[in-house]
């Protein structure tokens, strides 16, 4: 198994920055890929983006790929996600998701809210 806690969620302005953190803890050794996935209020949850935990390799929702950037920390277990140029349609509670290499589940953090105003 692996624990996913993230942080670094908040209210901030139209237009402003944010860093979220998801420490993995558990058989970290095994991560394949972590990523990030978003539910907003009274919509599905969505995919954000994914970094291969082995070569950094990366993938972004296509309407998000110009603001988002997804980033690891082998040695401390942790992936980020720098958000920039936040509009307020990018509140939602934000997720950490992770899988091993030996196991198809998806492992998920409790969610971290992002407000934006504007």
């Known amino acids: 198994q692996v624990q996913l806690a993230e942080s670094g969620g908040g209210l901030v302005q139209s237009g402003g920055s944010l860093r979220l953190s998801c420490a993995a803890s558990?058989?970290?050794?095994?991560?394949?890929?972590m990523g990030w996935f978003r539910q907003a209020p009274g919509k599905e949850r969505e995919f954000v983006a994914r970094i291969n935990w082995r070569d950094g390799s990366t993938s972004y929702a296509d309407s998000l790929k110009d603001r988002f950037t997804i980033s690891r920390d082998n040695a401390k277990n942790t992936v980020y996600l720098q958000m920039s140029s936040l509009k307020p349609e990018d509140t939602a509670v934000y997720s950490c998701a992770g899988r091993l290499n030996d196991s198809p589940k998806y492992y998920w953090g409790q969610g971290t809210q992002v407000t934006v105003s504007s």
């Open positions: 558990g058989r970290t050794f095994n991560i394949n890929f």
